[in-house]
């Protein structure tokens, strides 16, 4: 597979064409960014970890029945993808409150949000992601309705699995969020799922695992991204993380 010309650019990924029809390469950047590009960093390996876990967990989710645009690692920092058409929405499922939820309604941070919260914003940096209804969505003519409601039932499923998979290794996983594309009429999960994407505390001491340790200057964030990334990640090759994945039946209880 050889990489072609940029198709695009954006805060901390890029993309490129290929010279396989139909598919991407996307290249995870050492760009940090936080609070609407106002806050910009560049962390060596910071790319790397964050491709690792987005490819660990796709392959989970596959293995689980969820299509993912994932196809192959080619380095360590650029993934092949499938090519698709991208929904601008940002689908936000939250498990514990906190970040915006918490400053824009009266939840007390950290409270459970027993079922999850399904938030969708508007991707549009332009507009700083306004968020979305039902309503606005469908009038917007973002999806149909019953692409809607497949969107927000594979966002449960891959909460389900990713909690379980996480609280195996003690981590809660408070929130994440995801965005989907079309291939053809097929809806596909796509860009990342890591450290930048999804908000973790540590089951045992709280502490933050994610890029809120970049947003609020709560630490080395090169070496928590480090140690999540290896937390994550390592058993992979033992083939528990297909055990981790198959185990939650209950998933919503063992994710708390
Ligand atoms: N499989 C895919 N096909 C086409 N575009 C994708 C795919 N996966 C992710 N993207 C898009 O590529 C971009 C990734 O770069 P990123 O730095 O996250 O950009 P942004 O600043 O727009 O969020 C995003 O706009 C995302 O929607
Ligand atoms: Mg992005």
Request: charged share 30%; proline share 4%; hydrophobic share 40%.
């Given at each position: 597979?050889k990489?072609?010309?940029?198709?695009?650019?954006?805060?901390?990924?890029?993309?490129?064409?290929t010279d396989?029809?139909?598919?991407?390469?996307?290249?995870?950047?050492?760009d940090?960014?936080?609070?609407?590009?106002?806050k910009?960093?560049?962390?060596?390996?910071?790319?790397?970890?964050?491709?690792?876990?987005s490819?660990?967990?796709f392959?989970?989710?596959?293995?689980?029945?969820?299509?993912?645009?994932?196809?192959?690692?080619l380095?360590?920092?650029?993934?092949?993808?499938?090519?698709?058409?991208?929904?601008?929405?940002?689908?936000?499922?939250r498990?514990?409150?906190?970040?915006?939820?918490?400053?824009?309604?009266?939840?007390?941070?950290?409270?459970?949000l027993?079922?999850p919260?399904?938030?969708?914003?508007y991707?549009d940096?332009?507009?700083?992601?306004p968020?979305?209804n039902?309503d606005?969505?469908?009038?917007?003519?973002?999806?149909?309705?019953?692409?809607?409601?497949?969107?927000?039932?594979?966002?449960?499923?891959?909460?389900?699995?990713?909690?379980?998979?996480?609280?195996?290794e003690?981590?809660?996983?408070?929130?994440?969020?995801?965005e989907?594309?079309?291939?053809g009429?097929?809806?596909?999960?796509?860009?990342?799922i890591?450290?930048?994407?999804?908000?973790?505390?540590?089951?045992?001491?709280?502490?933050?695992?994610?890029?809120?340790?970049y947003r609020?200057?709560?630490?080395?964030?090169?070496?928590?991204?480090q140690?999540?990334?290896?937390?994550?990640?390592?058993?992979?090759?033992?083939?528990?993380?297909?055990?981790?994945?198959?185990?939650?039946?209950?998933s919503?209880?063992?994710?708390?």
């Amino acid at each position: 597979m050889k990489q072609k010309k940029l198709l695009y650019t954006g805060k901390a990924k890029s993309v490129y064409h290929t010279d396989v029809k139909g598919t991407l390469i996307v290249e995870f950047r050492d760009d940090i960014t936080a609070f609407d590009g106002g806050k910009k960093d560049t962390l060596m390996n910071k790319g790397g970890y964050n491709a690792g876990v987005s490819a660990f967990f796709f392959s989970c989710l596959e293995e689980n029945g969820v299509k993912t645009h994932f196809l192959e690692m080619l380095d360590e920092k650029r993934m092949v993808v499938r090519e698709l058409s991208m929904i601008p929405l940002e689908v936000i499922v939250r498990n514990f409150a906190a970040g915006s939820i918490v400053r824009n309604y009266p939840f007390k941070e950290g409270s459970p949000l027993k079922p999850p919260v399904i938030v969708i914003d508007y991707k549009d940096d332009s507009r700083h992601d306004p968020m979305l209804n039902d309503d606005l969505i469908i009038a917007l003519r973002l999806v149909t309705p019953p692409e809607l409601k497949r969107i927000k039932t594979i966002a449960l499923r891959v909460n389900a699995l990713l909690s379980g998979l996480l609280a195996k290794e003690g981590i809660t996983l408070v929130d994440f969020k995801l965005e989907f594309g079309r291939q053809g009429k097929t809806i596909y999960l796509g860009d990342e799922i890591s450290m930048d994407s999804m908000r973790l505390w540590d089951k045992k001491t709280g502490e933050s695992l994610d890029k809120d340790v970049y947003r609020f200057n709560k630490g080395d964030v090169m070496a928590t991204y480090q140690v999540v990334a290896a937390r994550i990640t390592k058993k992979q090759k033992s083939g528990a993380a297909k055990k981790a994945v198959a185990a939650p039946k209950n998933s919503k209880k063992r994710a708390r």
